[in-house]
C-alpha cells in the first residue's frame, strides 16, 4: 500500500514562493499519474495539478498555469510543486494525490485512490 507525505508549506507573502513535496513509500507510485489538489476553507477541493507515469505531461488549473509547476523525480519517489508568485487566493491546505491510472485520467477526486495527509500554505497580502 502506497503511503504518500507532504512538506513544504508556510507561510509566505504575495508575490511569494513554496516548494511542496510529495514523497511515496512504496514501488508502484512511479508507474501512476500523481496530482496536487488543494482545500480552502468552505470550499470544495479543487484541483491543481497533475503529471503522468512519465512526467511527459502536465496538466493545470488555469489560474496557476503560469506560476505554478510539477515535476517528479522517479528515482527518489518524489512530486514537486514548485509554486511561485503565490496570491492571497492560492491559500489553502495542499494535498497529493495518487491516480487510479498511468495517464492523467480527469480533475474529478474519486479518480484518484491515495490521498496525503496535506500541508497548509498560506499566503499573506
Known amino acids: 500500500q502506497v503511503q504518500l507525505v507532504e512538506s513544504g508549506g508556510g507561510l509566505v507573502q504575495a508575490g511569494g514562493s513554496l516548494s511542496l513535496s510529495c514523497v511515496a513509500s512504496?514501488?508502484?507510485?512511479?508507474?501512476?499519474?500523481v496530482a496536487w489538489f488543494r482545500q480552502a476553507p468552505g470550499n470544495e477541493r479543487e484541483f491543481v495539478t497533475a503529471?503522468?507515469?512519465?512526467?511527459?505531461?502536465?496538466y493545470y488549473l488555469e489560474s496557476v498555469k503560469d506560476r505554478f509547476t510539477i515535476s517528479r523525480d522517479k528515482a527518489k519517489n518524489t512530486v514537486h510543486l514548485q509554486m511561485n508568485g503565490l496570491k492571497p487566493e492560492d491559500t489553502a491546505v495542499y494535498y497529493c494525490?495518487?491516480?487510479?491510472?498511468?495517464?492523467?485520467?480527469?480533475?474529478?477526486?474519486?479518480?484518484?485512490?491515495?490521498w496525503g495527509q496535506g500541508t497548509q500554505v498560506t499566503v499573506s497580502s
Open positions: 494525490a495518487q491516480s487510479r491510472t498511468t495517464y492523467y485520467n480527469g480533475r474529478r477526486s474519486e479518480y484518484y485512490d491515495v
Open positions: 503529471i503522468n507515469w512519465s512526467g511527459g505531461n502536465t
Open positions: 512504496g514501488r508502484t507510485f512511479n508507474d501512476y499519474a
